[in-house]
């Protein structure tokens, strides 16, 4: 029931997405586009309050209530920044506005953005955490509990997995093509020409 629950609320999070930007870059509606927008928190409740309820009636808890977990983690650390990145890209596309600047490709600039991205992973864990901390405390510590300890370890080692790889881009930033050709050849593939 979980996991339908899971892809059902991951289903509607891409759905109330393309709704809302249509509404509001298509039919130029800009309150109704804001309400289908705020409608995807909703989504995170229902799937939050029916794993709860599935523990209290006395289910066991299992890699489903997990992946439940870490799912409610991950909208919470990448939800907002994945609706503004798709925001502007809708707004580039269908409104003509400029288009939306790309992450940057080399030096500093580049292991700075790597750095946030890691600290949005880092938030998405720490919810998963104490969802799942919360869910072991609430059915007792125990055997039963054994699914949930390996979701909480899953977490951390996509902590430590993301930020070894934006470490390396601080250790050994990308330096830029050298030369006017390879300037050039980076301006077109920037491009798409």
């Known amino acids: 029931m ?8 991951e289903v509607a999070f891409w759905l109330l997405l393309a709704a809302g930007l ?3 870059y298509l039919l130029k509606r800009r309150r109704t586009s804001v309400a289908l927008l705020l409608c995807e928190p ?3 409740v229902v799937l939050f309050v029916a794993t ?3 523990l209290e009636r006395g289910a066991r808890p299992s890699w489903e209530h997990g992946l439940a977990a870490l799912y409610l983690g991950f909208t919470v650390g990448y939800g907002r920044h994945t609706i503004r990145l798709l925001d502007g890209r809708a707004a ?4 003509g506005a400029p288009r939306p600047a790309k992450p940057p490709r080399y030096g500093l600039a580049r292991a700075r953005h ?3 991205l890691w600290l949005r992973t880092l938030l998405a864990a ?14 007792g510590e125990g055997t039963a509990t054994g699914p949930l300890r390996s979701w909480q370890w899953a977490a951390l080692r996509i902590v430590a997995i993301h930020g070894v790889i934006a470490l390396t881009y601080l250790l050994w930033p990308r330096k830029p093509p ?3 050709a390879a300037r050039e050849r980076e301006g077109r593939t920037l491009t798409g020409r």
């Open 92 to 95: 580039h596309r269908l409104a």
């Open 178 to 180: 050298a030369g006017p």
């Open 2 to 9: 979980i996991v339908g629950l899971v892809i059902t609320c």
């Open 52 to 54: 709860a309820v599935d």
């Open 42 to 44: 909703l989504l995170e």
């Open 114 to 116: 790597e750095g946030r």
């Open 22 to 24: 249509a509404v509001r």
């Open 126 to 139: 720490a919810v998963a955490l104490a969802l799942l901390q919360t869910a072991i405390e609430y059915v």
